[in-house]
């Protein structure tokens, strides 16, 4: 056992044992790691300091479940980890805010040979999409990594 890792079970026995010094120091001694494992995982997005509290938190109300100190390191990270999936998956649940109150897309009139461009249409009439190139094919956004027109098959 290396120098560092003696001294952080030591710190995690006397913070196990109410030493609120040594709670402090554990605090001040990993809290940027855990920063960076968060920040890292969710790309600096601001919920990055909520889950680092928490994970923080969780960490010293946990500490006297602890069952070997020597583990602290990798226990820690854990509940880091636990916080970030916690975090996609309420982001996954979660609505989208006026997503309910988006308009209709626009849609593509029926075409004929005497019908006008929408270049030329009104300033008031209905948007309209321009056609997709000879040949491609419209994806879904799960199915295509862009989410957008597939080119043609070569």
């Known amino acids: 056992m290396h120098s560092d ?37 969710l ?5 990055t300091d909520d889950i680092v509290q928490e994970t923080m938190v969780r960490v010293l109300g946990g500490l ?18 636990n916080g970030i999936r916690r975090r996609w998956h309420e982001r ?25 461009s929408s270049a030329s249409a009104s300033p008031g009439s209905a948007a309209t999409w321009p056609a997709p190139p000879a040949g491609s094919t419209r994806t879904t956004a799960n199915s295509s990594p862009c989410g957008g027109w597939r080119p043609p098959a070569s």
């Open 43 to 47: 790309d600096g997005h601001a919920d």
């Open 5 to 41: 890792e003696r001294r952080t079970t030591a710190l995690v026995e006397a913070a196990k044992a109410g030493d609120v010094h040594a709670r402090d120091e554990l605090v001040h001694a990993f809290l940027p790691l855990v920063h960076n494992i968060v920040g890292r995982a």
């Open 64 to 81: 006297p479940g602890l069952r070997d100190p020597a583990r602290f390191r990798s226990w820690l990270v854990a509940i880091a980890m």
């Open 92 to 116: 996954r649940q979660a609505p989208v805010p006026g997503l309910d109150r988006a308009a209709d897309p626009p849609t593509r009139p029926a075409t004929s040979p005497s019908s006008p």
